[in-house]
């Protein structure tokens, strides 16, 4: 069973558009929500995360929007770029407080930025 | 400071030969991971290791073992290969107590059962 639901799959924007990537959850254990980011040929890499006491983070062109209640978070990239362009996977982490985490990935979106 | 290390990048094998994957850190962290990598599945968990000396199954464990040689080595095997093992493998570590929850990714290892 998929315990975070990403979507959409894959994802065409113009360079400068706006892209926004999806995700759902069901588990109220989870405590902690990153976003990964993968170019192709390498593994994936942090890119920004929020915790669940946080309705939005941005750092630079990247917002993370989150819905505590409809348990939902969205990866927003305002000014897209060609080098934008990779898989992103939102993910969701349980025990982080812990000496262990239990991450969970979502099934990723893969995006493109047309120049 | 390389991070972490995956051998080898790629590999071919046959349907029921065996073989190891290796994953190596130098972060000095406690819990290594195993993934792999499928078109439109993501990234599913394998096996883990909170601390050296131990291991645990994720979500995807049947056909594979591992080994956590040590703090810094951590070993996925194959005893039997099959078609359905295709994939791209990942490793990763994190360290305790992590506040980000970063996880730190190797490069990945392709691998093809034919």
């Known amino acids: 069973q998929q315990q975070v639901k990403q979507s959409p799959q894959s994802l065409i924007v113009q360079k400068g558009g706006i892209s926004i990537i999806n995700c759902a959850y069901e588990?109220?254990?989870?405590?902690?929500f990153p976003w990964y980011q993968q170019f192709p040929g390498k593994g994936p890499a942090l890119l920004i995360a929020?915790?669940?006491?946080?309705s939005e983070k941005k750092e630079g062109r990247f917002t993370i929007s989150f819905n505590k209640s409809a348990k939902q978070f969205s990866l927003h990239i305002m000014d897209s770029q060609p080098g934008d362009s990779a898989t992103y996977f939102c993910?969701?982490?349980?025990?982080?407080?812990?000496?262990?985490?239990?991450?969970?990935f979502g099934t990723g979106t893969r995006l493109l930025v047309s120049p | 400071n390389a991070g972490v290390t995956q051998t080898p990048k790629f590999q071919v094998l046959k349907t029921g030969q065996s073989m190891t994957l290796q994953c190596a850190q130098d972060?000095?962290?406690?819990?290594m991971y195993w993934y792999r990598q499928d078109p439109g599945m993501g990234l599913r968990l394998i096996y883990y290791?909170?601390?050296?000396?131990?291991?645990d199954k994720g979500e995807v464990p049947n056909g594979y073992n591992v080994s956590r040689l040590n703090k810094r080595e951590f070993s996925l095997r194959l005893e039997s290969a099959a078609p359905s093992q295709t994939s791209v493998y990942f490793c990763?570590?994190?360290?305790?107590?992590?506040?980000?929850?970063?996880?730190?990714f190797g490069e990945g290892s392709r691998l093809t059962v034919l």
């Open positions: 588990n109220t254990a989870f405590d902690y």
């Open positions: 993910a969701a982490i349980s025990g982080r407080n812990t000496g262990f985490q239990k991450l969970v």
């Open positions: 990763a570590s994190r360290g305790s107590y992590s506040d980000t929850g970063e996880l730190f």
């Open positions: 972060m000095n962290h406690n819990s």
């Open positions: 290791s909170a601390s050296e000396g131990t291991t």
């Open positions: 929020i915790r669940p006491d946080v």
